[in-house]
């Protein structure tokens, strides 16, 4: 699958070198485990591999998705040479920031949890520092953390976590250092899947649509915390009041809203 979506990439060993990155000891340790003892969550069959326990699953080491795919097709136009800068707000357990960092570039993990030994194990891989971890909620990350010329953004299951105006300020945050033509990969929570069963701000406005999922979903999911759940429209304005224009913006098969967009400022 690696190799026949990044068929482009620089050298034969490429879609070996993507593959060792994938199969991360503790990732697949944890991986094989929730495969043999917990059920499917979708028709994709993903299973419940934890991230902080309360945020949902870690998706991106079970498989690659279109989203995926698309931020590390960008990756690929990029110039190795210009040191193209990546984050990843949280990041999970890495797998994506991995195959960011197998593509030449620095890549900034942002986490709840601390991810510096993933981070360290990435570095190692490659013999050079392409990964650091920032551990914290991004809200409270420092100006001097945030790295000053972005190439890509990447966040997945992610922003829907905090309040509407929040993420607003952390995605104008990240815009201010998008480099011109920076490109943006993001996700969230749609109000039109599965998640909205029960859920108690669903007939509030966006500003103010931040409670916990009905306790069936939340147990479901492992999602724990209160969340902004979105319509595609209202994810759009995010992002353009964010200082992003939309390029395209789809729905998984489960309803989770994907979108790649271009910082405009």
Known sequence: QLN??????PGPNF???LCSVWMYPHAMKLFRKARLTRPALNSHGDRMVQTTGSHGPDISTQRLDDLDRASLRHALSLDPAGLPCAIDIGCGLGAQAARLAALGGSVLMVDLVDRRERAEQINALYGKALARAYTGDIRAMPEDELPEAIHLAYSQRTLHYLPFLDAVEVL????????SGGRAFVSVASIDSELSDGYPARDCAVEARFARLAPPMAEKH???EPLCLYREDEFAGLMERAGFSVFAINRSAFGTLKGEFVASR
Request: aromatic share 4%; with cysteine.
């Open 4 to 9: 026949s979506c990044l068929s482009k990439g």
């Open 15 to 17: 879609g070996w070198l």
């Open 172 to 179: 104008s945050r990240l815009s201010r250092r998008m480099v």
């Open 222 to 224: 492992a999602v724990l």
